[in-house]
């Protein structure tokens, strides 16, 4: 996390849920996974995110459940700490300080109070060599406790979790790395070692790409990076190990897991297989295919009734003990790269990019959740390496959200390039994209840019291409025609071009007035009205990288950067040049809500940003080294509630939040740190979201909350207020009854004030006895005070209780009540 003044470059959605290996609870009812700089609890069954357990300062590399009790659960981190969490409930426990960035995390039943995890040597904190440390926790009540005992139990280890495990209840831990096997007994204190050969006879390679541990037996389960299994036995005697092998995967084996009761092996890799072989009996095996992409990570229920893997394409995918899917989680998929810009679904307010091979994903940022993926190319995708398939490279929406281009193409060595450019209506029945116009071969080169006509108030949808033949063309949408079979489809209306130099960028002012198209060094302004060449910019000869028109007061502005490093704001009403700078902008957008504008420049070797207003070249803010490398793909997407910040540094942030793709492809966005302890706030309560399946249980919760709504609104409207019961109380009642005093405490607590001394009866009989005398004088001084005015009596009378019921009033008043102290 990089952190400036108050704002903050945090993870936020998107993240990735692959990058460990998830976590499924004892009752199978939840799934942890690492997210960021989180952890997520999902539900097995209805696949809905349940908390966000925040608190960590930098990735969680690991999570784990805690194995004394089973409603607990670790998590380390980069950050040096491990945390303990109730997940079911979404509280922070304890925080543990390592003093060292934690890679991965262990732990056993057979050592209580000790966890393991894998740090770089303590010596040095950015070493490349990790060791295992047994980590003594301390018995402390305070929340944010330092680990001072750390013991090395095995040194050069590997940093991926999957090359260790612990086995047999823990007597022992097998850790793998290279082409060597290591494996540590505690009782013994000993090590021993056990290397393979580089490559065996058929040329294959031994390297270790994971381990797993049988629990109740000596064996130990490694997978390799040519796609054999071998199963170690006999390894307590370095001279007297043997193993087999097993042979099914034609590729690397990413990872292994025992079921509980050690009857079954699971293995995975890239052929998105998952494999369940019979212990010893390997000649039996089950298969469950077509998991859609390769596996990473493989994990088991601690009562076997699920399983669940990983994906490489963000995914988890949860599988009943009969081999079937029962669920899938999918995260933002993330590739190689990102052909398409970041875009922002107008209907959704959904983030749009490429997914997987052929479709774009549509992902809530909001909610954190893939809302559904949508098959541009709709051909059926080969995974062979070197074969050119179609490809999504460019994608646009209108202001409305009712239409949406794309282009796919297809360029293979020997054939020249294929290029498609298709029109897809928004089905208001399905709530999807349908596919309205498709244009084989709209230019004769690939397209450079693309982009709609954004104005509100315009008779026609139009969409603008530039290619590298050079020219720009203008597609406008027809009327429907009079049959009612045909609806409206799209057509081209304009063909344009400037001194036969190539277009590489298009944008629309926003009034739709005006269209912008940069060929190379000279930017061109076009009326698309009569499509008449209005005005030519230009500046140094370099070829402009990005176009921008400007926003609501600063309209009047056009905003463009060079390959000189410069960036140039133009007045088009005077066209001239306004102002400009000296500036590496490697992106330039516009915040469509504001005036606001950012610039991401690369300077030594990391990215920075600025956000000003093109009336004033003073940026409204700055922030340093934001991440490395260059950052190409940037949005700013609206938000659902605004933010009321009053510090100018902050201010841009009210409407809009900006999100920003890494050249590590993590997506990375600004918050506040008022933001961050709201959201903190907000995960640690347990509410029942709007995103929960619609049970009838469900119902009746939210029938609860509208009467309870319903009968707060109507007793502050009214006059008489009935006395409402004690925060304490409440507190009680919503505290989780696992962290309540005994069932017994409290019982013992109630019947002893319930329960009547006997030396003390004849004394409550003499003032019981004292109190009826004076209720009987009261009585008797309140009828010779009656007033003479009858009038004034019937008002009383209508307002006062009656005799017995201010004698009920003082027997309850007079009852004891300190049973309930307790409880207070």
Known sequence: MVGHGDIRVVHRGGSKINSRQPVIT???????CASGECVKVFSTSTEECVHDLRGHTDAVTGVLLNPSNHLQAYSCSADATVRLWDFTEGIHIKTYVIGYPVSCIYASAHHEGVIFVVTPMLNDKRSEVFQLVAVHLPQSGDQLVEALELSAVVSDVSSNPAAMGFGKGGEFIASAKGLHLEVFFFKKQKTYRFPLKEDNKKGGKNTFMCVACHQKEDCIATGHEDGKIRLWRNFSHKKEYTYSTLHWHHSAVSSLCFTPEG????????????????????????????????????????????????????????????????????????????????????RSKSLVLNGKPGQLQFYSLQRDKLLYNLDIVQQEYIHESGLEQFEVVKAAFDASGSWMATVEERNEKAAELELNLKLWAFDEQTQSFVLNTTISTPHEARITDMCFCHAADSQTTM?????????????????????????????????????????????FSADG????????????????????????????????RDLCFGRLSCS?????????KLLCCWNLLTCSLEWSTAMDVSLLLADPLTENMAAF?????????????????????????????KVTRAIFSPREEMLESCEESSQWLNRSQLHFLTQYMDLMTFTTEAEEERLLASSRQLVVDDSVAMTPFYLLLGKHRRQETEDAVSSSLSSDTVPQSSAAIKQ????????????????????????????????????????????????????????????????????????????ELRRVRNQDHSWSAGFL
């Open 26 to 32: 004892q009752d199978s009812r939840f799934l942890l």
């Open 263 to 346: 009857t079954n092996l699971l293995s995975g890799g890239l052929e998105s297989v998952l494999v369940q072989w019979r212990y010893n009996q390997e000649s039996q095996r089950d298969f469950l295919p077509r998991l859609g992409s390769a596996i990473t990570h493989i994990a088991v229920s601690p009562d076997g009734a699920l399983f669940c893997t990983s994906h490489s394409d963000n995914k988890i995918t949860i599988i009943q003990s009969s081999v079937k899917v029962s669920a899938v989680i999918q995260g933002l998929v993330k590739g190689e790269s990102v052909r398409t810009d970041l875009m922002v679904d107008p």
């Open 463 to 507: 969409l603008v291409s530039t290619s590298k033949d050079g020219h720009f063309k203008a597609w406008q949408l027809s009327a429907a025609a009079h049959t009612e079979d045909e609806g409206p489809s799209w057509s081209c209306d304009f063909v344009g071009a400037y001194h036969s130099l190539v277009p590489e960028r298009c944008c």
């Open 513 to 544: 007035s005006l269209l912008a198209v940069s060929f190379q060094e000279v930017v061109t302004v076009w009326g698309p009205a009569s499509w008449e060449l209005l005005t030519t910019l230009s500046q140094p000869p370099q070829a402009i």
């Open 556 to 564: 009047k502005y056009l905003l463009g950067t060079t390959a000189s």
């Open 601 to 629: 420049c690369f300077h030594a070797g990391g990215t920075d940003l600025f956000v000003f207003q093109p009336s004033e070249p003073r940026p409204l803010f700055s922030h340093k080294a934001v991440c490395l490398g």
């Open 732 to 807: 009680l009642l919503q505290t989780p009854a696992h962290v309540m005093p005994s069932t017994s405490y409290l019982c013992s607590m109630f019947v002893q004030s319930l329960l009547i001394s006997v030396t003390d009866t004849r004394e409550e009989n003499k003032h019981a006895e004292e109190k009826m005398d004076s209720e009987r004088e009261e009585e008797d001084s309140e009828e010779e005070m009656e007033p003479s005015d009858p009038r004034p009596q019937q008002a009383s009378d209508a307002c006062s209780l009656t005799k017995a019921q201010l004698r």
